[in-house]
């Protein structure tokens, strides 16, 4: 059965299938260019070598090459008339594309380099800087399922029917499915919901990383706790100074999770994306 090819684009109240609006244009391929890691070394005159910094990485293109085969001159113009307006736009949004159909990229308007082929015939090639430097799955891990399809997996790791997101056990384990770490301090997406109840606070240690958030005073059953990336809120309202600053990141694969304290009622949700090198 022969794989259907289609270019998507998602802007935040849509999807649009950029074949359905344009009637003749083909995806043909994507292709992403590798990362470009920034070291952020630091030279120190009389000092042999450089002093290491933490490694990030800076945004990279997406090419994506599109035909289009019409029936006469006006057909291409038309065509054109309608790439722009489809791609040129305000707000940055995402692609995806049936290469990769489980991933999406942040995207910013992109070049648009037209081939003329003939009167009717046009190859294009759209190159889009990905912003984020990363690709993201489609969904966030509160849509998990393993029987549905729609998630890849690319640090070597099988994943089990037992991958979960939410836990009611003070000692879990989360599963990331990246081929990165998730960390916050990179503008990485991560939300991490909490429900409990305890006179004198509770900490969440991930085993894997090390990492440990504490937080100390009394929290209600009925009161939401969310640890928004880097940053805590207690009904809705931030609470940073009732903390330690800790910031919680999920390496590649199984992170094994275990909270401390007299806590009851316990409940607790990760929602993250996959991101993708």
């Known amino acids: 059965m022969n794989k259907v090819s289609f270019l998507k684009l998602i802007t935040n109240s849509e999807t649009i299938n950029v074949q359905e609006e344009i009637p003749g244009l083909i995806f043909l391929d994507a292709k992403q260019e590798y990362p ?16 290491p910094g933490s490694i990030t990485y800076s945004s ?16 291409s113009y038309l065509a054109e008339d309608a790439l722009r307006k489809l791609f040129f736009r305000r707000e940055y ?14 995207v910013e308007n992109p070049q648009i380099a037209p081939s003329v082929k003939d009167s009717s015939t046009i190859e294009f090639e759209l190159t889009f800087k990905v912003y984020k430097g990363y690709s993201e799955s489609l ?5 998990f399922s393993l029987g549905d399809g729609k998630w890849q997996f690319e640090n070597g790791l099988v994943p089990d029917s037992d991958i979960k997101y939410k836990h009611t056990r003070t000692l879990f384990e989360i599963f990331n499915g990246s081929s990165d770490t998730i960390d916050p301090r990179h503008s990485h997406k991560l939300k991490i919901r909490i429900r409990l109840a305890t006179e004198t606070g509770f900490k969440i240690i991930n085993k894997k990383t090390g990492d440990v958030f504490e937080y100390i ?5 009925n009161q939401s706790f969310l640890i928004d990336g880097g940053y805590p809120y207690k009904d809705q309202k931030r609470c940073g100074r009732q903390t330690n600053h800790g910031i919680i990141r999920l ?3 199984y992170n094994t999770f275990e909270v401390w304290g007299k806590i009851s009622k316990f409940e607790i949700e990760f929602v993250f994306p996959f991101i993708y090198r």
């Open 139 to 143: 969904y966030l891990t509160d849509q």
């Open 36 to 51: 470009i890691a920034n070291s952020n070394s630091i030279e120190i005159k009389g000092i042999d070598g450089e002093l």
């Open 251 to 253: 390496a590649p694969g």
């Open 93 to 106: 949004y995402y692609i995806i594309t049936s290469d990769s159909p489980n991933k999406k990229y942040a």
């Open 60 to 75: 990279f293109n997406l090419i994506i090459r599109l035909g289009f085969d019409g029936f006469d001159s006006i057909d």
């Open 217 to 221: 005073g009394e929290l209600k059953a």
